[in-house]
Structures are given as structure tokens and as C-alpha cells.
């Protein structure tokens, strides 16, 4: 489905036109450290071919990014001794299928608006790691995918 006149940014960064932490890459997908991360190790899938959203994922493809996010999630949880890691699909913000995976350190880590109690909820920026600190995370990620099965 990719064209390579195709100005996505997340089809830019499976092409290797624009730079990405990559903890993870095969014939299909893509996994990249995010650069506005919820927590550490914040890592997004993507499927190599540009699909606008989830549900125009074949079932395959999508089976490929939930068994690559199960790997990860097993990794973040024992990486940063938490019992939960958060694993969604979106696409409010990019119109590429992607998959978020995060380990889950608060309970509000990965929250709709129903559960949130006022009525003008503010935020703060997000503040971004630097390449030094993605590109250690990546690395850990990368060797730590490098002891399992490489399969998704």
C-alpha cells in the first residue's frame, strides 16, 4: 500500500528517510522509541506498508503487532519492575496504523476522560528525551529482543 511518494511521516521512518530510534525492525514492521514518551521505553509498531487505520490491518498484520507488542511488554515490565505494560492501537494523531506499548508505572499512565473528575483539564508539555537517553533505551531494547525468539 506504500507509494514512495508518500509524505507519512511513520511510512518515512519504515522507509529510513527520517530518523527514528528503532528497537525493532523485520519484513513487516517497525518498532521505534517514541519521541514524546509517556514513560521510558515508550515504543510504537507500525506495519512497514501504510495502513490508515487499525481496522485496515489484514488479521495477519495485526496478529504481527500485538505477538511483537506481547514481547516488548514482557521486556518493559521486567525492565522497569512493574507488573502492568499498556499496549493500544491509535491513530487520533498519525493516520497510519500504529500500536503504543509502555510499561504502566501510575494508573493513569494510559486513561480515557471518563474517568477524569474536572471539567477543564490542562496539560503540561511533554518533555523529550534527548538522543543520548532514546538511543540507550533503544539499544536495551534491541539486545534485549536479540535473547528472545525474533519472530513476531
Not at 506504500?2 to 519484513?27: G, K, M, Q, W
Not at 538511543?135 to 536479540?146: D, N, W
Request: net charge neutral.
Amino acid at each position: 500500500m506504500t507509494t514512495t511518494s508518500n509524505p507519512c511521516l511513520f511510512c518515512r521512518i519504515a522507509r529510513r528517510e527520517c530518523p527514528a530510534h528503532i528497537v525493532y525492525e523485520d519484513d513487516y514492521l517497525v518498532a521505534f522509541l517514541d519521541t514524546g514518551p509517556i514513560r521510558p521505553g515508550h515504543v510504537q509498531i507500525i506495519p512497514r506498508d501504510h495502513y490508515p487505520t487499525f481496522d485496515d490491518l489484514t488479521a495477519e498484520l495485526a496478529s504481527r503487532i500485538i505477538v511483537l507488542g506481547q514481547r516488548l511488554a514482557r521486556i518493559l515490565k521486567a525492565s522497569h519492575r512493574v507488573s502492568r505494560a499498556a499496549f493500544l492501537f491509535t491513530g487520533g494523531d498519525i493516520a497510519h496504523a500504529h500500536a503504543h506499548v509502555l510499561p504502566m508505572i501510575a494508573p493513569t499512565d494510559i486513561t480515557s476522560r471518563r474517568y477524569i473528575a474536572e471539567e477543564n483539564v490542562t496539560f503540561q508539555p511533554i518533555a523529550r528525551p534527548s538522543e543520548a537517553e532514546l538511543g540507550q533505551v533503544a539499544f536495551a531494547l534491541r539486545e534485549a529482543l536479540k535473547g528472545k525468539d525474533t519472530s513476531p
